[in-house]
């Protein structure tokens, strides 16, 4: 009904409008399937048990990348590890204890600051800081101290706009049946937001999982197959950094499609867990 009160200009301008956006929306589905389908195509069919098993050899000329999967997952253990705790409490405080509203606005801008740096940046200060002013040298722990503090304002952020969705009557409930601060923030405010929570911790992996750029300055390149504790202690590879070192270095492109392959399936499927816990948890407070 609405339509047949427009004008034939403004009917012409919405149904202009309406092809407009939908070309937008096929050119970005068109992209994302371009990508997916280059990067998978001429990457999986070089993918191997070997590859994935193995640590390169320089003396057989075999290449490997089971140092660099572990590399991965050592860095995102350690950097989540600390971001994990420091930004929920950082929003807790912020959001529940703080009083002063400048105090909490000047941080805020801080972390939305921090969000938009380049993350060379973070690698040149993560060099200069943890790996030479704090004796680290190049490693994996350096590395994952970098990924810290460019994750900690999206772990912070994130939480805190989970803590405001929880309705201020439940914790007026809950002060009104005798818990104090701490136990209503640890059994009323904290589960009710805890799929915020959760998203900001596989976002907050995906970013990880990723980075390249500051961790060439800090982790290094090594490919050397060490346990958790030697292997954050001494330099290392990451998949990214090694997809960098494959391509541009020795030019071995069979094997960065076959690592980016590996990348945009870990990306797809933290894609995918981020969609499933935001429906869970929608469906169980429905529920």
């Given at each position: ?14 149904a ?7 070309m ?17 195509g001429k990457?999986?069919?070089h ?8 640590k ?11 140092p ?15 971001t ?11 959001t ?5 509203k400048r ?22 200060v993560?060099m200069?800081f ?11 722990l ?6 810290v ?17 929880v309705?201020?009557s439940?914790?007026?409930g ?6 104090g ?6 059994t ?10 959760l ?9 990880i ?27 290392g590879?990451t ?19 076959a690592?980016?392959?590996i ?11 981020t969609?499933?816990v935001?429906r869970?948890?929608?469906h169980?407070?429905?529920?």
């Amino acid at each position: 009904m609405l339509s047949q009160k427009l004008s034939p200009r403004r009917r012409g301008y919405a149904a202009f409008m309406r092809i407009l956006m939908a070309m937008a929306a096929l050119s970005t589905a068109a992209l994302v399937a371009f990508l997916l389908a280059y990067v998978l195509g001429k990457g999986i069919p070089h993918l191997s048990w070997e590859l994935l098993s193995t640590k390169p050899s320089y003396l057989t000329e075999r290449i490997g990348i089971l140092p660099d999967i572990l590399n991965t997952l050592y860095i995102v253990a350690a950097a989540l590890g600390i971001t994990l705790p420091l930004g929920v409490g950082a929003a807790v405080y912020l959001t529940e204890y703080a009083e002063n509203k400048r105090l909490v606005s000047a941080i805020e801008l801080a972390a939305e600051t921090l969000s938009g740096i380049p993350s060379i940046i973070y690698g040149l200060v993560g060099m200069l800081f943890f790996c030479q002013f704090m004796s680290m040298k190049t490693s994996l722990l350096a590395g994952a101290l970098t990924l810290v503090i460019m994750n900690l304002p999206t772990m912070m952020r994130t939480t805190q706009e989970s803590l405001k969705t929880v309705p201020q009557s439940y914790r007026e409930g809950a002060f009104g049946l005798g818990a104090g601060k701490w136990r209503v923030i640890r059994t009323v405010v904290l589960p009710g937001c805890v799929d915020g929570i959760l998203t900001g911790c596989i976002l907050s992996v995906g970013r990880i999982i990723g980075e390249s750029a500051a961790l060439l300055f800090t982790a290094g390149f090594a490919h050397s197959l060490n346990g958790f504790l030697e292997g954050l202690n001494s330099a290392g590879a990451t998949l990214t950094v090694a997809l960098y070192v494959y391509a541009k270095e020795q030019g071995e492109f069979d094997v960065a499609f076959a690592i980016a392959a590996i990348l945009m399936l870990l990306a797809l499927a933290i894609d995918l867990a981020t969609a499933l816990v935001g429906r869970y948890f929608k469906h169980r407070r429905n529920t």
